[in-house]
């Protein structure tokens, strides 16, 4: 089926490659992609065995796909390069998995014509750049992240310190939590980039690689995910943008135009696709992830590397289906993340009618103004003069 194709065929990117060290299950949004689907590392071509679940849907047939990839896998960011005295520019990044799934999509996928669209388009990929008060109150404000940074100092972080400074000889006053976190980051690197198992991997058991993970899954947590409402707030006019494209298919269809977008194909980054499945509930737990419950949150749903891994890649498949018994023509979805079916939240089905899906979210739909949602609270100048 069209959207199992269309990933696989990312591979290229990913540096298809077998999970060498046990650690590679810990990497958070730093995971390669094989981690979830293990089936690739064998055979970068395979479908797996999801692809019998993702045949298309009896006496349906596909209108419009809305594909949005998070890139492949990258270099580490200048910061972290810096750190680590080693050597991509976020657009580059982005314009390459897009070309390279262009590519990849070839003249298999045909959903009634070639044209695809291929967008860059910041302020909807982007959002979080283009939202003040997200920016405030969340990503240039230190106390947003006590949980992270409490996590940071607490008895878990500790014990890896405390092994890790063992290991290297140093005394443990010497090292920090960032430290050890670029180093198990520079382990994630050389695994998903090179295929190799860095000397710095050597360095953590699969206890200390949980820490480390449920650190990272703390900072995606509190300033993409469920811990303010601003983060997936801000990505509603994403959202908006989905359904606008989804009613434009299905006016089309019904009036029997040609679609004009049959096709919709969006790179972005782990900071778009996390917040949006945050506004439309997915991975939701039911205690927040906290700095003090790193045992209770064993089980969470809220894993970053299985969510947002490299080249991760969430779609929404639009089919249009003949009813035969009623007759009726009838308007269907699906929604597939990492190549894999959704149940939706309304009814736990991998499969909904439009109506049913579009429902569902119509509050949020109904809500999002995105200038009102990011606008910062007025300061008023002259109530501040009266102080
Ligand atoms: C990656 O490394 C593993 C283990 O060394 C090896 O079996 C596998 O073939 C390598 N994969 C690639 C794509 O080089
Ligand atoms: C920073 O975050 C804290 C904790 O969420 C919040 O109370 C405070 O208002 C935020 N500061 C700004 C400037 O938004
Ligand atoms: C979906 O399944 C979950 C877990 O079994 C259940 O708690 C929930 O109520 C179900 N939702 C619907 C709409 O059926
Ligand atoms: C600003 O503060 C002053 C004094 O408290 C008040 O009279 C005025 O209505 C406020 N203006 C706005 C726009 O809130």
């Not at 395979?46 to 349906?60: F, I, K, Q």
């Not at 657009?91 to 999509?105: E, I, P, T």
């Not at 269907?332 to 190549?339: I, R, S, T």
């Amino acid at each position: 089926m069209a959207p199992r194709r269309a990933a696989a065929c990312l591979l290229p990117l990913l540096m298809a490659a077998a999970v060498s060290a046990g650690l590679g299950g810990y990497f958070g949004t730093k995971s390669r992609y094989e981690e979830v689907n293990p089936h690739l590392a064998e055979d970068p071509l395979s479908l797996g065995p999801v692809a019998a679940g993702a045949r298309l849907p009896a006496a349906c047939a596909p209108l419009q796909l809305r594909a949005l990839l998070r890139h492949g896998t990258r270099y580490p960011t200048a910061g972290q390069i810096r750190r680590l005295a080693l050597a991509s520019s976020s657009k580059h990044r982005c314009l390459q998995s897009s070309a390279a799934f262009r590519r990849g999509l070839g003249p298999s996928l045909s959903l009634g014509g070639d044209e695809s669209e291929i967008e860059v388009n910041d302020a909807l990929m982007r959002f979080f750049d283009h939202c003040d008060k997200f920016i405030a109150f969340v990503e240039e404000n230190d106390t947003a992240m006590h949980q992270v940074n409490a996590f940071k100092e607490g008895p878990e972080m500790r014990k890896v310190l405390e092994k890790v400074a063992s290991a290297l000889c140093l005394p443990v006053e010497e090292l920090n939590a960032d430290l050890v976190q670029v180093a198990f980051l520079t382990c994630s690197y050389e695994l998903a980039i090179k295929n190799v198992t860095s000397p710095w991997c050597s360095l953590f058991s699969e206890e200390d690689a949980k820490v480390l993970e449920y650190l990272n899954d703390l900072k995606q947590y509190w300033k993409r995910g469920y811990g303010y409402d601003i983060n997936s707030r801000s990505s509603c006019i994403l959202f908006q943008d989905i359904f606008q494209q989804l009613d434009k298919a299905v006016e089309e269809s019904k009036s029997s135009k040609p679609i004009s977008s049959p096709l919709i194909v969006q790179v972005g980054h782990a900071e778009t696709l996390q917040p949006l499945l945050a506004l439309m509930g997915f991975f939701k737990d039911d205690e927040p992830l906290r700095a003090n419950n790193y045992i209770r949150q064993a089980h969470r749903k809220f894993r970053t590397g299985r969510i947002v891994p490299y080249a991760a890649n969430l779609v929404f498949v639009l089919y249009h289906c003949d009813q035969v018994k009623t007759s009726k023509e009838e308007y269907q979805v699906q929604m597939l993340l990492n190549e894999k079916l959704m149940p939706f939240h309304h009814s736990n089905e991998t499969i909904s009618t439009y109506a049913d899906f579009k429902d569902y979210y119509k509050d949020i739909l109904q809500n999002c103004h995105f200038k009102e949602v990011c606008e910062l609270p007025k300061v008023n100048i002259t109530a501040i003069d009266e102080l």
